[in-house]
């Protein structure tokens, strides 16, 4: 079955770095374009960055430029979440989901396949 399974995720304090990985099953990921998402409690799920089919990365939240970066593994078939400078509000349940033009579209309901999600808590 088609699978996307994100990890990495835990309990850091303000200004930790937390890597997240999301690896697919199923399908071939390096033909995809790959978006991260985030829900917090209460909260509506917003995308945070994307990974084109060309590996060009497009910020869909002001507030991580220059602080989350995207890549992509395709030997492993894995795309990365490198978060760092973590913030309170960074707070969420962050989703990988796959598009299988290869386009960075807004909008979830575009996106082909989602993961299930990994908790990541900034607290003091």
């Known amino acids: 079955q088609v699978q996307l399974v994100e990890s990495g995720g835990g309990l850091v304090r303000p200004g930790d770095s937390l890597r997240l990985s999301c690896s697919a099953s199923g399908f071939i990921l390096g033909v995809y374009a790959i978006a991260w998402f985030r829900q917090a409690p209460g909260k509506e799920r917003e995308g945070v960055i994307c990974?084109?089919?060309?590996?060009?990365?497009?910020y869909h939240t002001d507030s991580v430029k220059g602080r989350f970066t995207i890549s992509r593994d395709n030997a492993s078939n894995t795309v990365y979440l490198q978060m760092n400078s973590l913030k309170p509000e960074d707070t969420a349940i962050y989703y990988c989901?796959?598009?299988?033009?290869?386009?960075?579209?807004?909008?979830?309901?575009?996106?082909?396949?989602w993961g299930r999600g990994t908790q990541v808590t900034v607290s003091s």
């Open positions: 990974i084109t089919l060309g590996d060009g990365s497009t």
């Open positions: 989901a796959a598009d299988r033009h290869g386009r960075c579209v807004t909008g979830a309901a575009l996106y082909d396949y």
